[in-house]
C-alpha cells in the first residue's frame, strides 16, 4: 500500500532565536554574541548620549561615570515615567470624585445615588462631565457620569443627566471603549481582543443579543458610519445597534464586505472561540477588505481621544424583561423632540409639551390595552404602526376603542412597530409625567412598572442559598397527624403562626402587586415567613379576596372606611381606636404592630356588604375582626333561600341553616387568656356535606349572600372571604404581631391561638411558634443564664405544671400532642433592637457568670437552643435551630468575614436584614428553607 504521508522536514540546528530582551554586543575577544539587556551595564553618560529622554540623572542622582542599572531597568522606568505623564495628563481633564473614600461614611452604612451625588456638591466636586463612584453595599459599586451642561440643584440630581458606567450588580463589565479617530492612533483594524464582551452573540433566529451559556462566543463592538464599507479577512456574523444599542438587522457579507445602514453607529461582531482562543484571526478594517491578519491589543489611549463608553446591552439574555407593562417611560425609551403628527408621521415638536415612544415591536393579530395618565391625548390617543423601526413616515394611525379604564385596540396580519404619543414635564422635553401602560390583552389591569429583572450564572449573586437544608426523614414520625390528614385530605389544615414583628411584618421585604394583595390571605402582601409557608402548604384550592378586590363586594347602606396604623377616618383616627397595650378599653392592641386591612362602619344604618360564591363552591368562610364595640346583631341572608347554605354554629358546635342566622361581633371582652380584639375571625359556611356522607347539597348556581348590621351605633368590621371547590383547604392564618415577649402574649392565647384549636370544625391545628427573642437575652450587658432561658420558655410552652402552656393545652386524656402538634423556631440573632446579639467578628465579648463558663451571650444563647431541643424532643413537636442555620449561610457567603451577613441592607440586599432587626428578602427565604424543609414529606 502506497504511503501518500508527507515526508519529515529534517529537523536542523537554528540559531538562537531573537528576543526584545536581547541585544548583540562584543564579548572581550571581540566576538558578537547575544546577551540579556539585565545583563548589561551601562553609565550616565551613555544614557545621555542615548537620548534627552534617559536624562535620569537628576531624577535618581547618578554621579558621572558612575556604573548605573542595567539596560532593561532604563527602559523599564522610562515606560513607567512615560504612562505616569499619560496619567497625569488625563487627571488633568477628566474630573474623578469617590466619596466612600473621601468621605467615608460609619461602618454599615452605604452611599445612594442621591447622597452620592450631594457629597460632590457639598465638598466642591460638582464639574462637567464628572466620574462619579461609590459603594452602595457591600460588594456593590456604581459608577456614573455627568452628563449635563446645566450644574444646579435640579439638573444635577436628574437621572436623565447621568450615564451609567458599571452596572450596581456588577453583572456587565465596561463593554468597549470606542473612538473616531481610536484606529490612527493604534492601527487600522477595529478588533480589539482586550475589549470585548464575554460570553455575548447575536443570534440571527432571535435577532437578539444573547447569552452564550457554554462560552463559545464572545461579542466585539466597533464604532461604524452610516454608508461606509468594511472589509473582513474571515466570514462573520453578526449584527448591527443603533446609537441606543438596539438591533438594527443582521450583517450581510458580500466578497467580504459589508456596509453599515442608515442608523447604525456599531457593529456586534460575534467572535467564536474554543476554551478561550478565538478560532480565528478576526480583522475588521474600514474602506477594503485586508490582505492579512492585523494584531490589535490595547494600548495606550492619549487624552485628547473623546471615548464612548458603552454602558449595557439592550435585549441580553442577562436583563430580563418582567411584568406585563410594554412602555418604558425611560428618556431612553422616547423619540427626543419628536411626536405624531395625527397622520401616522413623527414630526418635530418643540413647543408642545408632549414626545412619542420609540418603536415598541407588536406581534400580528393581537389585541393590546393602553391606559395611563401619561397619555398625551387622553380621549383620543394618537399613535401609529409602522413596518419597521426606521420608519417616521409611513405608518398606518392606530383605532382605538374606549373601554372601562383605557382604550384597546387589535394589530393586523403582520408584525408591526407601534409608537405612542405621552405628556413631558416639558415642552419638546422626553421625561413622561404621569404612569403610561401598555399591555395585551381586551381588558385594562392594574398598573405595574416596567422594570428588569437581573440574573447571573452565579445564582448566589442575587441571594440565592448556600446552605440548602437536606430533606428531614424522620418529619412524618415528629408529626404523624400533620402526615396524615395532610395527604389523605380528610380534614381542614390550619397552620398558625405565632409571634413578634419578625413573623408579623410585611414592610421588611418585597411586596406583591396591588391587584395580588388583594387576593392572598391576611397579613401576607409581601415575601414575609407568613407568606413563605403558606406559598409551601397550601393545596392551591382556596381562593382570597380582600375586600378591595376588583367585583367581588358591594357595601349599601354606609360609608364604609379602611383601619390603617394611626388612620384618620370621619375626622377621627381610626373612630377613636388607637395603638394600645391590650389592657385598656377600647384600644386595639395591634393597630401599630401589624397591618390590620380592617373594613370598618361605625353609623347607625342598617349598612351591609354582599358578594357571590360560585357555582360547585363547598366551603366559604366569611373572615371579620371582633372588638368591644363590635355589632351584636348581624344577620345573614341567602338570596336564593333556605337549603342552599350552612353556617357553623360555634356555641352549640353544629351546622344550622345560614339564611337568616345572627351572628355577633362584639368580642367577649378582657378576661384572662383574652384582650379586646380578635383580628381574624372565621364564619364558617359549606353547601354540602355529602363529603361526609350527608344528603345536604346544595352546590348547584351560585349564591348571593349579603351580610347586615343592624341599626345600633356600634362597628361592622370585616377583612373579606376564602372559598374553596373541594370540601377541605389548608388555612394559614398569621397570629403574630410586633414588639411581643412572654408576658405580653400571655394574655392573648385564646385569642390568637387556642379558639382556633377549640372552635374550628372538622380541622387539625398545627402551630408555628417563634420563640421569642426579646424574651432572652436583649442587650450586650445582661447575664441571663441558659437555665434563665430555658425557665422562661419552658413554662410558657413546655411546662406541666401551667395548664395554659402549649402542651398542656394540646393533650387529649393525658397524651400530649393530641389535639395539636407543633414546631418551635428561634429567630436570627441580632445586632441591635433586641435579640442576641452578633458584632463582629464572633458576638459581643461581654463576658457571663462565672457560673456560665466564661461564655459569650451567643454561646449561652445556643446552648439553651441545643438544650432545649434535646430536653423536649418528642413525637408531636419539633425544633428549628434557625441560628445556627442563618449562622452557616453567613459563613458559605461572606467567608471570614460572616458578620457582614447580621447588618441591614435594606429589603433586596446582600445581608439577611432590612434593619438589622427583621429578616429581608434574603432572610426569609434562609429562614423558610429551613422551616419548610420539615414538610417536604407531605408533598409527594
Not at 446552605?467 to 390528614?485: G, R
Request: with cysteine.
Amino acid at each position: 500500500m502506497s504511503d501518500y504521508s508527507l515526508p519529515r522536514i529534517k529537523e536542523s540546528e537554528l540559531p538562537e532565536a531573537t528576543s526584545i530582551d536581547k541585544v548583540r554586543v562584543l564579548d572581550n575577544a571581540g566576538k558578537s554574541v547575544w546577551k540579556k539587556k539585565e545583563d548589561i551595564p551601562i553609565t550616565q553618560a551613555q544614557v545621555t548620549d542615548l537620548t534627552d529622554d534617559f536624562a535620569l540623572k537628576a531624577d535618581h542622582g547618578y554621579g558621572e561615570g558612575e556604573t548605573v542599572k542595567t539596560l532593561k531597568d532604563v527602559e523599564d522606568e522610562l515606560a513607567l515615567k512615560a504612562d505616569q505623564t499619560e496619567l497625569d495628563q488625563l487627571a488633568g481633564e477628566v474630573s474623578l470624585y469617590n466619596p466612600t473614600l473621601s468621605a467615608p461614611l460609619e461602618a454599615g452604612q452605604y452611599y445612594t445615588k442621591t447622597t452620592a451625588r450631594l457629597a460632590a456638591i457639598s465638598n466642591n466636586k460638582a464639574a462637567f462631565g464628572l466620574i462619579l463612584t461609590y459603594q452602595t453595599g457591600v460588594d456593590k459599586w456604581v459608577t456614573e457620569q455627568f452628563i449635563g451642561d446645566v450644574i444646579d440643584n435640579y439638573w444635577w440630581s436628574n437621572d436623565g443627566k447621568w450615564v451609567r458606567i458599571q452596572d450596581e450588580n456588577n453583572l456587565y463589565a465596561t463593554a468597549a471603549i470606542l473612538s473616531d479617530d481610536l484606529n490612527s492612533i493604534l492601527n487600522t483594524n477595529l478588533i480589539n481582543l482586550d475589549l470585548v464582551i464575554k460570553n455575548k452573540y447575536y443570534s440571527a433566529g432571535s435577532n437578539k443579543i444573547l447569552s452564550s451559556t457554554n462560552s463559545t462566543y464572545d461579542l466585539a463592538l466597533i464604532k461604524v458610519k452610516p454608508g461606509v464599507s468594511y472589509g473582513s479577512l474571515s466570514v462573520i456574523s453578526g449584527c448591527y445597534l443603533d446609537n441606543s444599542l438596539n438591533v438594527i438587522s443582521a450583517i450581510v457579507l458580500t466578497n467580504n464586505l459589508f456596509t453599515a445602514p442608515a442608523g447604525a453607529k456599531f457593529a456586534a461582531i460575534n467572535l467564536q472561540k474554543n476554551n478561550e482562543v478565538y478560532q480565528y484571526s478576526y480583522t475588521i478594517t474600514e474602506g477594503s477588505v485586508p490582505g492579512a491578519a492585523i494584531p490589535r491589543g490595547g494600548g495606550v489611549l492619549k487624552p485628547s481621544v473623546i471615548a464612548d463608553i458603552v454602558q449595557e446591552l439592550n435585549n441580553t439574555a442577562n436583563k430580563i424583561i418582567s411584568g406585563k407593562n410594554m412602555i418604558d417611560t425611560g428618556v431612553a425609551y422616547m423619540e427626543s423632540g419628536l411626536r405624531q403628527n395625527g397622520f401616522g408621521t413623527l414630526v418635530s415638536n418643540s413647543n408642545a409639551a408632549i414626545c412619542s415612544t420609540k418603536a415598541i415591536l407588536l406581534k400580528a393579530n393581537t389585541t393590546y390595552a393602553i391606559s395611563g395618565s401619561a397619555l398625551a391625548w387622553e380621549t383620543a390617543p394618537r399613535a401609529a404602526l409602522y413596518k419597521n423601526v426606521l420608519d417616521v413616515a409611513s405608518g398606518s394611525v392606530v383605532v382605538f376603542t374606549a373601554v372601562p379604564g383605557g382604550f384597546t385596540f387589535t394589530t393586523g396580519a403582520t408584525n408591526l412597530y407601534f409608537r405612542v404619543d405621552l405628556k413631558t414635564t416639558l415642552p419638546g422635553g422626553d421625561i413622561v409625567s404621569g404612569i403610561i401602560q401598555l399591555e395585551e390583552g381586551s381588558t385594562v389591569t392594574e398598573y405595574e412598572k416596567r422594570y428588569y429583572e437581573f440574573t447571573s450564572k452565579n445564582d448566589k449573586s442575587v441571594n440565592g442559598i448556600y446552605n440548602i437544608p437536606v430533606q428531614n426523614q424522620n418529619a412524618h414520625k415528629k408529626f404523624p397527624q400533620l402526615f396524615n390528614h395532610y395527604l389523605k385530605r380528610d380534614k381542614n389544615i390550619q397552620i398558625i403562626l405565632v409571634g413578634d414583628s419578625i413573623t408579623a411584618r410585611d414592610y421588611h421585604t418585597t411586596y406583591f402587586t396591588e391587584e395580588e394583595k388583594t387576593k392572598r390571605p391576611p397579613l401576607m402582601v409581601s415575601k414575609n415567613l407568613g407568606s413563605a409557608i403558606y406559598d409551601k402548604l397550601t393545596w392551591q384550592n382556596a381562593e382570597y379576596a380582600r375586600w378591595d378586590r376588583t367585583g367581588i363586594f358591594t357595601e349599601s347602606g354606609g360609608t364604609f372606611a379602611t383601619v390603617d396604623s394611626y388612620a384618620t377616618i370621619g375626622g377621627g383616627s381610626s373612630n377613636g381606636i388607637t395603638a394600645g397595650d391590650g389592657q385598656l378599653g377600647d384600644q386595639w392592641y395591634d393597630i401599630d404592630n401589624r397591618p390590620s386591612d380592617t373594613r370598618i362602619y361605625t353609623g347607625s344604618a342598617q349598612a351591609s356588604v354582599q358578594f357571590t360564591i360560585p357555582e360547585n363552591t363547598y366551603v366559604f368562610n366569611w373572615i371579620y375582626r371582633t372588638d368591644l364595640k363590635g355589632c351584636i346583631a348581624n344577620t345573614v341572608s341567602i338570596a336564593e333561600g333556605n337549603g342552599k347554605v350552612q353556617v357553623y354554629n360555634v356555641a352549640t358546635q353544629t351546622w344550622v341553616e345560614a339564611n337568616g342566622y345572627v351572628f355577633s361581633m362584639r368580642h367577649p371582652g378582657l378576661q384572662t387568656h383574652r384582650i379586646n380584639s380578635k383580628f381574624q375571625e372565621r364564619l364558617r359556611f359549606r353547601c354540602s356535606d355529602k363529603y361526609k356522607g350527608g344528603t345536604f347539597d346544595g352546590r348547584t348556581g351560585s349564591k348571593t349572600i349579603t351580610i347586615t348590621k343592624d341599626t345600633s351605633d356600634s362597628r361592622f368590621l370585616y377583612w373579606g372571604i376564602e372559598w374553596s371547590k373541594e370540601p377541605y383547604i389548608v388555612t394559614v392564618i398569621n397570629a403574630a404581631r410586633g414588639g411581643e415577649n412572654i408576658s405580653s402574649m400571655l394574655p392573648a392565647m385564646d385569642d390568637d391561638v387556642f379558639d382556633w384549636v377549640n372552635n374550628s370544625p372538622d380541622t387539625f391545628t398545627f402551630v408555628i411558634h417563634e420563640i421569642y427573642l426579646n424574651q432572652g437575652q436583649n442587650n450586650a450587658n445582661s447575664a441571663k443564664s441558659i437555665n434563665d432561658f430555658l425557665t422562661e420558655w419552658s413554662d410558657y410552652f413546655y411546662s406541666d405544671a401551667n395548664p395554659y402552656s402549649y402542651r398542656e393545652q394540646s393533650k387529649v386524656g393525658g397524651i400530649a400532642w393530641k389535639k395539636f402538634e407543633a414546631l418551635t423556631w428561634n429567630p436570627n440573632p441580632t445586632a441591635g433592637g433586641g435579640g442576641i446579639l452578633i458584632t463582629e467578628p464572633y458576638g459581643w465579648h461581654v463576658w457571663e457568670s462565672a457560673a456560665d463558663g466564661m461564655k459569650t451571650i451567643l454561646d449561652n444563647f445556643l446552648c439553651y437552643l441545643y438544650q432545649y431541643r434535646d430536653n423536649y424532643d418528642e413525637e408531636g413537636h419539633s425544633m428549628v435551630n434557625i441560628t445556627m442555620a442563618l449562622l452557616n449561610e453567613a459563613k458559605m457567603k461572606y467567608g471570614k468575614e460572616w458578620y457582614k451577613a447580621f447588618q441591614s441592607s435594606g429589603v433586596t440586599g446582600g445581608s439577611f436584614y432590612n434593619d438589622v432587626t427583621h429578616p429581608n428578602d434574603y432572610g426569609v427565604n434562609v429562614i423558610s428553607r429551613w422551616i419548610n424543609s420539615n414538610f417536604d414529606f407531605l408533598l409527594i
